[in-house]
Each structure stands twice: as C-alpha cells, then as structure tokens.
C-alpha cells in the first residue's frame, strides 16, 4: 500500500484507456461487495464477470471516492453505482515499479523496501507505450525513543 500511481488524464475514458494499456484488470464492487471483472475495457456498456479472488495474486489499487465510481460507473453504462473501483496490475508492471523504486531508493542509501514510506509514480504515454517514473519517494520515519 505504499505506492501511488498518477495517471495523466483528461476523462474517464482516457483513465480506463490508461489501465487498459498497461494491462490492468479492472473491476468494481457491487452493493454486496460482490467484486465483478471487467472483460473489455472497450464496450459500453461493460459486460462484468463475477471474479474469484482467491485465484488473483497480483498487486492491486482501490479507488473508493464517489467521484470515481460514479464517473465509472456512467462512462462504462453500468446498472450500479460500484462500492469500489479495483484495477489489478500486471505482474510485469510490478515488476518495473519496484525495479524503478529501489534504483531511485539506493542513491539516497535506502537498502531495503522496508524503508520506504511511500511512493509516487507518474504513468504517462509516449508513441503508444507506458513510461513510469518516480515522482518522489518517501523514506520511513525514524521513530522517537520516549
């Protein structure tokens, strides 16, 4: 839970396009907090899938502001206001977010993740292609002795 990624967008539609190009799976949350993929980021409205948690095992992003769900929920023409907006992020982009955290932590001498605070990546869209760089990086606090 200490990463944060900004997507430069200007609509929803944009921000959904963005997930999509990354290859996140997106889902939403229903009133019975019933978690329901989204199989095509494209078709409006959005054909959901009940989604079986135990068999996801990637690193995930919660948006719960009402502002979100309900632009979500307009944009992709769903019959629900979703409790939740969930995109899961591919294994791979996992991968390049911690590969990208640790270079950046290790020239301010941080050796370890469980060092780091938070951190913020920006994602933003050259030629077609994702390019993710940290926007700044949070080292933990040093607690004081009482």
Known sequence: MRWELGFKTETVADYLKQLDAIGAIVSVADEN????????????PATL???????NN????????????ESISEELKLK????????F?????EEELLSK???????????SESD???????IRFKDGKYV???????????????
Do not use: N, Q
């Open 33 to 44: 907090k019933k978690v329901h993929t989204i199989s095509d980021l494209k078709a409006r």
């Open 49 to 55: 899938e009940l989604l079986d948690m135990k068999k």
């Open 58 to 69: 990637r690193i995930f992003l919660i948006d719960e502001t009402k502002e979100s769900r």
């Open 80 to 87: 629900f206001i979703p409790s939740a907006v969930i995109a």
């Open 89 to 93: 992020i591919p294994v791979a982009v």
């Open 101 to 111: 955290e640790m270079e950046l932590a290790k020239t301010k001498g941080i050796e």
């Open 116 to 122: 780091i605070e938070k951190t913020r990546f920006d």
């Open 132 to 146: 993710i760089t940290v926007a700044k990086l949070e080292p933990v606090r040093p607690t004081k002795d009482p």
